[in-house]
């Protein structure tokens, strides 16, 4: 993993983290997901970062299950949500099935508890 200035971007940094580029099993991709998400969280704690982005992970052209990726990416901002970081997920346009699973899993959190959802 490496850092490098925002430059014409609006933010500071821009942490760059691998993530394997190939279909895994689904409990594969869901370890994959969390390491990932856990070294940049980590990162961004200790470098008293207060907002990531993440991309939605496998919901392009590995066609992963958008519901199973918008599950475990979302419980995994729930893990740090006492952590003091805004984390944001960004969904790309026209990729209408990312968007209602993650709709959907939203409803779902807030079921169990309130999520906090920017737009």
């Not at 760059?16 to 070294?39: M, N």
Request: hydrophobic residues 40%; proline residues 4%; aromatic residues 10%.
């Amino acid at each position: 993993a490496f850092h490098t200035k925002g430059g014409d971007l609006l933010c500071r940094q821009l942490l760059f983290l691998p993530w394997l580029a190939e279909k895994l099993d689904d409990q594969a991709a869901r370890r994959s997901i969390h390491t990932f998400f856990s070294t940049a969280i980590q990162y961004a704690i200790e470098h008293r970062q207060t907002s990531l982005a993440f991309p939605a992970l496998g919901c392009g052209k590995l066609e992963y299950d958008p519901n199973m990726i918008a599950e475990v990416i979302l419980d995994e901002t729930q893990r740090y949500s006492d952590c003091n970081l805004n984390i944001l997920i960004v969904l790309l346009p026209g990729n209408d099935d990312a968007y209602a699973a993650f709709c959907h899993q939203l409803s779902r959190l807030r079921r169990k508890k309130p999520v906090k959802e920017q737009t």
